[in-house]
């Protein structure tokens, strides 16, 4: 069964600075996704950002990076120039195959002005 | 639509009651989940359709969850005789081959009084 651990239950970063959220996973497999998900309070789980496993190539996308260490089963997530609209609810998730998404416990981001 | 909704967003509902929740998938998209959210909780996986028939519905805490859908498009989720633990947010998502993002819908919150 896979395992997803977010260590960090709550964050706060001052405006325009950047932050790192930690996550570990644990699997038996070789290829599959790892995801970061934003939940802001309107409930909806938005995607942020996705690595797929079998690249070594860490994903960006604009502001937001992975620091993927596929041996050390860590996925972190960067957050660059934080912006106010980046507070939100942040799950770490991973999916093998077509099958569910496991998520992690969350880490509660505040972005302070 | 061009998003997964939900209906409703908010029920309230008496330990005992019958509930019934819904989720309309992106069009097109074969692939439905449902997750519950707990207070402070990340998702957790409760049953995934491929077209019509449930692949996978290791996910339903018991006997008094179910769900259907019978057309491959929309889906409910029904609880019989509701407890106050059953009280969470349902959130559904979709998705399409090659199944690597899941979108979400906004979730209904659910309170069993």
């Known amino acids: 069964a896979q395992t997803v651990t977010q260590s960090q239950p709550e964050m706060s970063v001052q405006e325009a600075e950047t932050v790192t959220l930690s996550c570990t996973y644990d699997t038996s497999e070789s290829n599959y996704y790892l995801f970061w998900y934003k939940q802001p309070p309107s409930r909806q789980m938005i995607l942020v950002i996705r690595q797929e496993a079998y690249k070594q190539q860490n994903a960006t996308e604009n502001r937001f990076s992975v620091n993927f260490q596929k041996a050390a089963k860590s996925f972190s997530l960067k957050i660059s120039d934080s912006q106010l609209g980046d507070t939100a609810m942040y799950f770490c998730?991973?999916?093998?195959?077509?099958?569910?998404?496991?998520f992690g416990t969350g880490t509660r981001l505040t972005i302070i002005p | 639509g061009a998003g997964v909704s939900q209906t409703p967003s908010n029920k309230v509902t008496e330990k005992g009651k019958y509930v019934e929740l819904r989720c309309d998938p992106i069009s097109g998209h074969t692939a439905l989940y449902w997750y519950r959210q707990s207070l402070g909780q990340g998702p957790e996986f409760l049953i995934y359709f491929q077209g019509t028939g449930a692949a996978d519905d290791s996910g339903l805490p018991n006997d008094r969850f179910f769900a259907v859908r019978p057309e491959g498009s929309v889906s409910t989720l029904k609880i019989q005789r509701t407890e106050r633990g059953d009280s969470a947010v349902y959130l559904c998502?979709?998705?399409?081959?090659?199944?690597?993002?899941?979108?979400f819908g906004q979730g209904t919150r659910l309170t069993v009084v």
């Open positions: 998502a979709s998705s399409s081959p090659p199944y690597t993002e899941a979108f």
């Open positions: 998730a991973f999916i093998f195959g077509n099958e569910k998404l496991t």
